[in-house]
């Protein structure tokens, strides 16, 4: 992006309604230069620096640091002053268990529940996402007629909030759904999916790379096409079949871009909870239950509520986001200084 | 009004010390020009005055007031910018008000001023568009009409013409002498061409790596620049070095003797008789003409370049590159011997320190 | 660029179809399907009557069965197409059904019951439109205070994340000081602490401020967002530092060099910034979840969830709202596309 002018000088009734914002930030001028008087040049940096600054320190830095201190205290009791202090019982009690593979054999079986189901998600879910955007991404690099309204098909679910994403298909996967029509009309009877615990599964993976997908196939289409086309055109001169400009030089170009959507659709994928809340809320049993949602339901929700059990968890899975984000910031210098060089 | 004075004055970003020990005074109405290599501390000099950058040392004076501490705003200065840095989301009128309504002046007064300058610097025909639909040239013409408008005590001018065309940059310089003729204020220019510097200037300083290398009138640095970089930096084409050896020869003479062994009589003031050894001879290559005379010395042509009314010859001499400009049109061409005389060319006489010897002429 | 796409995938010879082609082909026209098919569906439902949502198999468009009133019955009585045994045709209305046998009345005579078949009588339909199902959640429930409190959240965040972003990215794009690139650092840093890792201790942290139940504690957690101030960071650099001297020199204070030069020329990137924060903040779900106990502060997609997780889902009513609440986003899809689609490829940020 570079600075452009914007257009026009904007309508008079645009004018208008600026008209009080004007007058109140030159009301704010007057103190503000006295303020810079006092402060100087480098002082009013401070300023325009602290409300964000405030914000963030008490919404985002203090939970932070609060939320290890939190992970070591119990009871029921809000406010951390309130609540006594256990060390590392509740990390202890969420690795009390006989059998790491078998979520029954631990003391706190619904962590293990969610960690596994999520797992599975991720793998599942991460795979396939990353297969179908790249197949859409390739395909809407083709040349299409009215590719940006192809491409507005496959993005229109992205902006969609997860609760409507999880009614709509919730509405769809029910017995008087529209998938079950489609198979009366092939013979089949109906079937409610969303009671069975390997469907139900299926239909999260499903639905949130439905909801999500178009966003990935975005920014792969933007790596596809900063791929300077000559590269292709001197593979032709050489005789390169397509298949193989295709290994050679398609994916090892789009490979910064890709490793990137693979790790922003594994953070995101680790953290699923909305859109499945609404589908099949964590259910039937636990079979959809994820880690967001026994986080969320440990700490607010549940008869038992935790909230130190709940912060140590939801502090395994920050240190989980932590080594991806690493990862992808990494990734991410190691695509710029490639870019650089070019 | 308009009178600036910097008494030792220094400059450091971090531990990088960018400007040493500058003293310098400019007069009210003064048209002073900065020049200097790229590099060489001349722009952060004029931020300083403008105040967008503070001195680390030394004292900075306008009209008698110690200004180190007043910020950029209150010093009553105006400047353009080398990218003209006209607000793009402004249109012209707009452009040029903006500074007068910060200092809540009437409206009646403001439009007048932007008339008065829109006429002087005949921009009234788009003083509603916006910069950017407008030409390099009405660019300029508006970043000085932002100046003018303000009627400043002193103008700072950032390499005004570098993003114009060649031509435009010859009319524009003319209007900028005319203007500052008309406007009598005193005006600060950093260029980093001499002959913006030699056409404009009352007074050019020199600067090199942070230092004033001299200070002076054009035909000063012209005639008696001070050392081998203002001499080599003052004039177009650049004047030939030659290496030699210096030998006196009675009073007010020496004998230079060249590379080569080509030995030639130069007067010398009294008292730099002692400048004995090695020496670079320097002589402008207008100064040289072709003439195979007496006391004249071989070259040979390396390269012709016709322009029609002059020819520059490239040549060498004894293994030392020399340049000369000769008038007209001469039928010589590469590996061609030639003969040169410098018996009618001033001759400055560096020391190996690079200091220009005082000549009595 | 269209070459390159030729040639990943070209047609032999120019000639026929090869199978790349027949695939794109398929795979767009089956996207299309898949991608828009549901909320089709969503929209066409959300018209129906209860009784013909619970019919299965469903029909495409919303239909509803006529319906009569008869003499000597109190209720409107749906009407069927019979066919009668001498093979001719008649509409009669249906009293009740016992078993496989109904019990049908003639309008005309209502006194004299006939009794039919029920596989020889099919229901009298008529496309009809159940607007009823938008009316009432907005007559009887509180949906428009949902509607108001997801429209205050969204606005007033929006409002804010643009002024402290932008704020905070002019310091961090034209301001030297001290600790600029930790501040820079640690704004990055926080792009590692996504809400589902911190709900635990922010909620103690809102409910400690009083913002429990509060539309605030909704708004404030989310308008210092990382995102933002990087976009218009990257954006601000961009625009040369000439122009703020050159502010300074007319007497410009730094507050005015924000308001008069920085905002105005930042306007793209704000542009952006506001697209993503409104449908950020209207689809957002766990945070008001979390906050909001009370019926009435409900956003949107709060109360739709709450009341589509209740035994009896009234869906008639539920599916109308979702598509309410959709309708901003698909308003924000149509028009500002493009905008979007540019913002995130050439930043890369959702």
């Not at chain 1, 029921?76 to 019982?89: H, I, K, N, Q, Y």
């Not at chain 1, 793998?123 to 955007?133: A, G, N, R, T």
């Not at chain 2, 030394?58 to 180190?68: F, T």
Request: overall charge neutral; charged content about 15%; glycine content about 8%.
């Amino acid at each position: 992006m570079k600075a452009d002018v914007p257009k026009g000088t904007g309508s008079s009734l645009g004018e208008a309604a600026m008209a009080p914002v004007r007058l109140a930030m030159a009301a704010i001028d007057a103190p503000l230069r006295w303020v810079q008087r006092r402060l100087g040049i480098g002082g009013m940096a401070t300023f325009f620096l602290l409300p964000n600054m405030l914000i963030f320190g008490v919404f985002v830095l203090l939970p932070f640091f609060i939320n290890f201190a939190y992970s070591m205290t119990g009871g029921t009791a809000l406010f951390l002053p309130d609540r006594s202090f256990v060390g590392g019982e509740q990390y202890a009690r969420l690795f009390d268990c006989a059998n790491y593979t078998d979520p029954n054999s631990c003391a706190e079986d619904t962590f293990w529940t969610a960690v596994g189901n999520t797992a599975w998600f991720v793998l599942l879910q991460v795979s396939l996402m990353i297969l179908f955007s790249l197949i859409t991404a390739l395909i809407l690099n083709r040349e299409l007629m009215a590719r940006s309204f192809w491409r507005a098909v496959f993005f229109f679910p992205v902006l969609l909030s997860p609760v409507v994403v999880g009614l709509i298909w919730k509405w769809i996967l029910q017995r008087q759904g529209l998938l079950n029509f489609g198979l009366y009309g092939l013979g089949f009877d109906p079937y409610t999916w969303l009671n069975d615990r390997n469907w139900s599964f299926a239909a999260t993976v499903g639905v949130s790379i439905w909801a999500h997908m178009g966003f990935y196939t975005l920014i792969l289409l933007a790596g596809l096409q900063a791929i300077p086309k000559d590269l292709y055109e001197a593979a032709e001169m050489d005789g390169t079949r397509p298949a193989r400009a295709f290994w050679r030089i398609t994916l090892p170009l789009l490979m910064p871009n890709l490793l990137v959507v693979i790790v922003l659709v594994l953070i995101r994928a680790v953290q699923i909870f909305d859109e499945v809340y609404v589908l099949t809320g964590g259910g039937p049993g636990t079979s959809t239950l994820y880690i967001t949602q026994y986080i969320y339901e440990t700490g607010f929700a549940t008869q038992l509520r935790n909230p130190g059990l709940a912060a140590a968890a939801s502090i395994l899975m920050g240190a989980v986001l932590v080594v991806l984000t690493l990862v992808q910031l990494g990734l991410g210098r190691k695509g710029e200084k490639k870019g650089a060089r070019k | 009004m308009g009178h600036i004075k910097l008494t030792n004055v220094t400059k450091s970003f971090g531990a990088v010390d960018v400007l040493h020990d500058i003293n310098l005074e400019i007069k009210d109405g003064e048209f002073v020009v900065f020049v200097g290599p790229s590099g060489c501390g001349k722009s952060t000099l004029l931020r300083m005055i403008a105040g967008l950058e503070k001195p680390t040392g030394g004292e900075l004076a306008i009209d008698g007031k110690v200004v180190n501490d007043v910020p950029a705003a209150d010093r009553g200065l105006a400047m353009v910018f080398q990218s003209y840095a006209l607000y793009p989301h402004m249109s012209v009128r707009q452009n040029l008000a903006f500074g007068l309504e910060n200092t809540r002046m009437p409206k009646a007064e403001i439009a007048e001023r932007i008339g008065e300058a829109a006429r002087m610097l005949e921009i009234e025909a788009y003083l509603e568009r916006r910069p950017g639909q407008l030409s390099g040239g009405q660019r300029q013409r508006v970043a000085i009409g932002r100046a003018i408008v303000r009627r400043p005590v002193a103008f700072l001018l950032d390499e005004p013409l570098s993003n114009l065309d060649a031509e435009l940059r010859g009319s524009t310089r003319a209007e900028l002498a005319a203007l500052h003729a008309r406007l009598s204020a005193t005006m600060i220019y950093v260029t980093h061409d001499q002959v913006e510097a030699m056409t404009l200037a009352d007074r050019i300083v020199v600067l090199r790596a942070g230092r004033i290398e001299q200070i002076g009138t054009p035909l000063e640095l012209y005639n008696r620049p001070a050392n081998r970089f203002v001499a080599g930096f003052i004039g177009s084409p650049h004047m030939n070095f030659l290496e030699g050896t210096l030998e006196a020869a009675g009073a007010g003479t020496a004998v230079a003797t060249l590379k080569g062994g080509h030995q030639l009589q130069v007067p010398i003031a009294d008292g730099t008789a002692a400048a004995e050894g090695p020496i670079t001879l320097g002589v402008r290559p207008h100064h040289i003409t072709l003439d195979a005379g007496e006391n004249s010395i071989p070259a040979k042509i390396r390269l012709v370049e016709a322009l029609g009314s002059e020819t520059v010859l490239h040549a060498d001499v004894a293994g030392q590159k020399i340049l000369i400009v000769a008038p007209g049109q001469h039928n010589l061409a590469q590996g061609d011997d030639v003969r040169l005389s410098l018996s009618a060319a001033p001759i400055h006489l560096f020391n190996d320190r690079g200091i220009r010897l005082e000549r009595a002429v | 660029m269209s070459r390159v796409a030729e040639f990943i995938f070209r047609r032999r010879g120019r000639s026929g179809w090869h199978w790349t082609d027949v695939f794109t082909w398929v795979w767009l026209i089956g996207g299309l399907f898949i991608m828009f098919g549901p909320a089709v569906w969503l929209v066409g439902s959300s018209f129906k009557s209860p009784a013909a949502l619970a019919e299965f198999p469903p029909t495409i468009m919303p239909y509803v069965t006529q319906k009569a009133t008869v003499e000597g019955y109190d209720k409107p009585l749906d009407l069927y197409e019979v066919t009668m045994p001498d093979g001719s045709k008649t509409v009669l209305a249906e009293v009740r059904r016992i078993g496989i046998v109904s019990q049908m009345v003639s309008p005309d005579k209502p006194t004299e019951i006939v009794k039919v078949k029920i596989a020889e009588r099919t229901p009298v339909r008529t496309m009809s439109f159940a607007t009823s199902n938008y009316s009432e959640p907005f007559t009887h429930f509180d949906f428009v205070r949902y509607l108001w409190n997801s429209v205050f959240v969204t606005v007033t965040a929006t409002l804010i994340t643009l002024i402290v972003n932008s704020m905070a990215a002019f310091a961090l794009s034209k301001y030297e000081f001290r600790g600029r690139t930790f501040a820079m650092l640690l704004i990055l840093a926080t792009l590692m602490v996504p809400l589902s890792v911190i709900m635990v201790p922010l909620y103690s942290i809102v409910s400690a401020l009083g913002l429990f139940n509060n539309l605030w504690g909704v708004i404030l957690p989310t308008v210092a967002t990382p995102t933002g101030v990087f976009i218009l960071r990257q954006y601000m650099l961009t625009i040369p530092d000439e122009l703020i001297d050159a502010a300074r020199m007319d007497k410009a204070s730094e507050w005015q060099i924000y308001w008069r030069i920085i905002l105005p020329l930042t306007a793209p990137a704000l542009a952006v910034l506001a697209i993503f924060s409104v449908v950020w903040r209207w689809n957002d779900f766990l945070w008001p979840l979390i906050v909001l106990s009370r019926k009435e502060l409900y956003t949107l997609q709060v109360g739709l969830s709450i009341y589509s997780g209740e035994l009896n889902v009234q869906w008639h009513f539920i599916l109308a709202m979702t598509v309410v609440t959709m309708i901003p986003v698909v308003l924000v899809f149509i028009f500002l596309q493009r905008f979007i689609t540019t913002g995130i490829a050439g930043t890369g940020l959702k």
